[in-house]
């Protein structure tokens, strides 16, 4: 956290209280508990925390202060700052979500919690950004398979991709899941994938994926080609594709759908989240029941695969039923 947020006196305007108290707070959070959040999360409080503390400093705002009605002033001034740009609705809130984050963390007092007019004003204003967020493109089952055919996996790139592909879309996994596995989190027989954590899953019980006949023989084929026995599954390939002992990046994992892309001469680009989309689409176009759909990508309710599958929804329910 010390590489990324670079944190000074002018930054805050703290009582002699709250001095003592933040910096001990900020420090237990970059020794102890930071490393516990998931990586993406660490990411994008960063980003959006620099993103604050850079707009403060050019308009010489303090960023964190000990009275709520000063953080008030330079949370608005960032939010109405926000508002005039393309930004839409939910990515607005995240960054709002990553100062109040460190505003808890240091204890000090919430604008939001202490001024009922300045959240109305916040929520209220957020109304006017659309709120529907864009999904990524579908990478559906048959662009897997054509994919699948498409790359070298006689090569060890080609057939990380393969695996990669095939894998994502039976497990629904996100890519910090598909990233985080390891040989012993394999059930050959039962032919499941254990992830020990996810994004939701607050408790850390984790959850089983299930991979298919196709993508176990395509699994096996690349542990035995990259000699890997024990330890992470996707790892580093070296620009003369050497298999490294560091486990594949998520902007290296990015990198890789987006090949899948040109490779299937795809009208956009496909991202990390692709299959997990595309794999409900491709559940739905064959009928499995929503309550398999859900537990399939573990969700605690209906909500995301419906948002995942509204175009799809649109052309078999209600008129299209009927002309």
């Not at 930071?34 to 403060?56: I, P, V």
């Not at 019980?205 to 024990?230: C, M, P, R, V």
């Not at 299937?264 to 997990?276: I, M």
């Not at 176009?285 to 398999?292: C, G, R």
């Amino acid at each position: 956290m010390t590489k990324t947020l670079s944190l000074s006196q002018n930054d805050f305007a703290l009582n002699n209280e709250h001095k003592i108290s933040v910096v001990e707070n900020l420090t237990e959070l970059r020794d102890s508990v930071w490393e516990t959040m998931s990586f993406n999360t660490r990411k994008a409080y960063q980003s959006d925390f620099n993103q604050y503390l850079q707009f403060c400093r050019k308009n010489e705002l303090p960023a964190l202060a000990s009275d709520w009605k000063i953080t008030k002033r330079s949370c608005q001034a960032f939010f109405d700052g926000l508002m005039i740009t393309e930004l839409k609705h939910h990515t607005i809130k995240r960054k709002l979500a990553a100062i109040r984050f460190f505003i808890g963390v240091s204890e000090l007092p919430d604008p939001w919690k202490h001024s009922k007019l300045f959240n109305r004003y916040v929520n209220g204003k957020l109304k006017e950004k659309p709120s529907v967020q864009k999904q990524a493109k579908p990478l559906k089952l048959h662009h897997v398979r054509e994919a699948s055919c498409a790359v070298d996996t006689d090569s060890l790139l080609g057939l990380r991709d393969a695996v990669l592909i095939n894998l994502a879309i039976d497990t629904l996994f996100r890519a910090s899941n598909i990233l985080a596995i390891e040989v012993k989190h394999i059930d050959w027989q039962a032919r499941t994938v254990f992830a020990p954590r996810s994004k939701t899953d607050q408790l850390g019980d984790g959850h089983f994926g299930f991979f298919s006949n196709e993508t176990s023989s395509l699994l096996k084929k690349w542990l035995e080609k990259a000699q890997i026995s024990e330890g992470f599954i996707f790892r580093k390939l070296s620009p003369k594709q050497t298999i490294q002992e560091a486990p594949m990046q998520y902007q290296a994992l990015l990198k890789r759908y987006e090949a899948i892309g040109v490779t299937l001469n795809a009208d956009g680009k496909f991202t990390c989240h692709s299959t997990r989309t595309g794999g409900v689409l491709t559940m739905m176009e064959a009928n499995v029941p929503m309550a398999e759909i859900v537990l399939s990508g573990n969700w605690k309710n209906e909500t995301m695969a419906i948002r995942y599958a509204k175009q799809y929804q649109a052309g078999k329910t209600g008129m299209a039923k009927v002309r």
